[in-house]
């Protein structure tokens, strides 16, 4: 058994299955969170294990459940597949010891992962997961596998409605009759197949549902709910006559949205909209929060209400501290939303909810709202690179640039240097431009945000030029 094999990245252990994602590691892993809990004095709270729709996601779920319940720990486990942030709910309302969730989130098929969420119902912290590394390491030179009977003979439990029950407090469902038109949902395949349609059709919307059945391929595509893997429903929105296809990820905490037009809205344009709308009709209080690679355009909604903006590392588990000390919302680029009151965990199903009541509270559509915000905020161009880099490339890279030897950004003055999670550079006219290795994939992400829409595709191809001179 192999050490690297379990290792905790941005959002949880993540590996290919039966590769490194085998029934012998899962038991390690249950084992360690064992003696995690019993060391945090939590052997009197249960702990929730939820799972989501891939290959043998249940049998795992089982096989962890019971390894757990074999060392004293009370185990509660979900009766079907569930969305990660429908599990945190339950966290809270069960007053758990936590919760461990198997997803591979939007990855590819051939992966399976483990999320452990701790008892104050967000993602782990790297001091969790740095001991639970620690105790695996114990476990490993002694290690004896229990058998798999795929098999849990404890409790089970549903927390379909008890999230509900949660949404439900959030939304403002009087706000839905406003609302006119159909919706194209796209689960893809995962676990919000069940929850995002049946809550929009619980608020009087007529909803389309696609791709709801279980496919442990994915369809042979990605459970992303990017542009590039929502782009080819839009046929369907017109053929279905949908005004919107809202698209979640495999475990269903991430989301995006696409008109009829073929417009596409990420969380970098949702999550200024819908902050601006909690603080002018939903009386939204508390500061905001993103991490370090999301758009400054949120900083323009908290500048213009008096909020302090606190940007903090790539994870959402960092913005989950901030909602814990009292954001208002909290959000990554890369579709993680949650606001005060939720869970300290991202949720594409209370992002989709949100913004189906602020177009119903509005009247506009979202692509007018997104004009106007632009109209007084101005227009920023966002993109993202991955760069796929040998360690060695990596190294010469960052070695480079620790070195002060950065790009020359089109001519223009760098004013601030954020090294928070690896090297970001806000330029004179609030342009920036962020280079960090991904803690889950073996890339370079490069992340482009200019003020200057009409010369980006120029200066975003200068700009990789330059950085693949510095790496050699």
């Known amino acids: 058994m192999a050490m690297d094999a379990i290792k905790f990245g941005t959002d949880g252990w993540r590996s290919v299955i039966a590769d490194g994602f085998t029934f012998d590691n899962v038991a390690l892993v249950a084992t360690a969170i064992a003696q995690y809990l019993d060391e945090q004095n939590l052997r009197d709270r249960p702990l929730l294990v939820g799972f989501d729709r ?50 591979a989130s939007h990855n590819h098929w051939r992966y399976q992962g ?14 969790t997961t740095d001991r639970l590394t620690e105790l695996i390491g114990k476990l490993i030179p002694h290690w004896i596998a229990p058998s798999y009977t795929g098999v849990f003979n404890g409790e089970r439990i549903n927390l379909k409605e008890t999230y509900f029950e949660r949404l439900r407090s959030i939304v403002n469902a009087n706000a839905f009759s406003s609302w006119h038109g159909r919706v194209l949902y796209d689960s893809m395949h995962g676990c919000g197949a069940g929850y995002l349609d049946e809550m929009l059709r619980e608020h009087g919307l007529e909803v389309i549902s696609i791709n709801s059945e279980r496919d442990v391929y994915f369809g ?27 698209g979640n990820d495999g475990d269903a905490d991430r989301v995006g949205i696409m008109d ?22 939903k009386n ?18 908290a500048a213009e209400h008096g909020r302090e903006m606190v940007e903090v590392k790539v994870g959402f588990k960092y913005v989950g501290q901030e909602l814990l000390k009292g ?35 509005s009247g506009e559509r979202l692509v007018d709202l997104l004009e106007d915000f632009e109209n007084r905020h101005g227009h920023r161009s966002f993109n993202r690179h991955d760069l796929h880099l040998s360690e060695a490339q990596k190294q010469r890279l960052f070695g480079s640039l620790e070195a002060g030897n950065e790009p020359r950004f089109g001519g223009h ?8 999670d690896g090297y970001k550079y806000v330029l004179d006219d609030g342009s920036w431009v ?33 950085i693949r001179q510095i790496m050699g």
């Open 327 to 361: 954001a208002m919302i909290g959000g990554e680029e890369s579709g993680g939303i949650s606001i005060s009151g939720h869970v300290p965990e991202k949720d594409g199903t209370l992002g989709a909810l949100l913004t189906i009541e602020m177009l119903a509270t």
């Open 413 to 420: 003055k760098v004013v601030k240097r954020i090294t928070i």
């Open 434 to 466: 962020m280079l960090r290795a991904s803690g889950t994939e073996p890339v370079v992400r490069i992340y482009i945000e200019t003020t200057r829409p009409e010369s980006f595709s120029r200066w975003q191809k200068q700009l990789m030029d330059e």
């Open 114 to 127: 483990l999320k452990f969420i701790p008892d104050f119902a967000g993602p782990a912290m790297p001091e």
């Open 54 to 103: 891939r290959f043998a996601a249940e049998q795992y779920a089982a096989h962890f459940a019971s390894t757990v319940a074999a060392h004293g720990q009370p185990v509660l486990l979900s009766d079907d597949y569930c969305p990660t942030p429908c599990l945190a709910v339950g966290v809270q309302a069960h007053n758990a010891a936590g919760a461990a969730m198997f997803t």
């Open 284 to 301: 939204g209080q508390g500061h905001f929060a993103r991490t370090v690679c999301t758009s400054h355009q949120l900083d323009s909604v």
């Open 220 to 246: 042979g595509s990605l459970p992303d709910p990017s542009h590039a893997h929502l782009k080819d429903r839009l046929p369907l929105l017109e053929e279905h006559d949908c005004r919107l296809l809202i």
């Open 260 to 281: 009829r037009k073929g417009n596409f809205f990420t969380a970098n344009d949702l999550l200024p909209l819908i902050a601006d709308y909690m603080v002018r009709y």
